[in-house]
């Protein structure tokens, strides 16, 4: 991947609109930054290159929202998890599909690029949930 484009949250919503999850490798000293961020907070360096993730990974812990702000009413009850993914990263997402009983730590999941739709006036990037395997 090129090391041109700009290692911005922007630029991660960018590559979800194209369903890619994509994370920045510091060429320093290897950490990868999810999201990418343009300094490596372990050596500090500025020099990053840009590694696409699968999405798979183990639900890590969850919780279920029945008292919603205003954007998610609709939604509630529903479900907010960290997913731990490859190479030790975590993601916290919408988790989608998943009736609520049949939620449990340790649970394999996979990012959703197409399930997760919200109403279209907040927030005004690109969504992903995660989803079982």
């Known amino acids: 991947m090129s090391t041109t484009s700009a290692f911005t949250i922007e630029q991660f919503y960018r590559f979800l609109e194209q369903r890619k999850l994509m994370a920045g490798k510091c060429l320093t000293c290897g ?5 990418p961020r343009p300094l490596c907070d372990s050596c500090y360096g500025q020099i990053f290159e840009w590694v696409e993730l699968s999405g798979k990974g183990k639900l890590l812990t969850y919780t279920i929202i029945h008292v919603a702000p205003s ?18 990263l975590k993601l916290l ?41």
């Open 31 to 35: 950490k990868i930054h999810l999201p």
């Open 71 to 88: 954007q998610f009413q609709t939604m509630a009850p529903y479900t907010v998890g960290i997913v731990q993914l490859e190479k030790g």
């Open 93 to 133: 997402g919408l988790i989608s599909d998943v009736p609520l009983e049949q939620l449990k730590v340790g649970m394999d999941l996979t990012i959703d690029f197409v399930a997760c739709r919200l109403d279209k006036t907040w927030p005004q990037w690109q969504r992903y949930c995660f989803k079982a395997v």
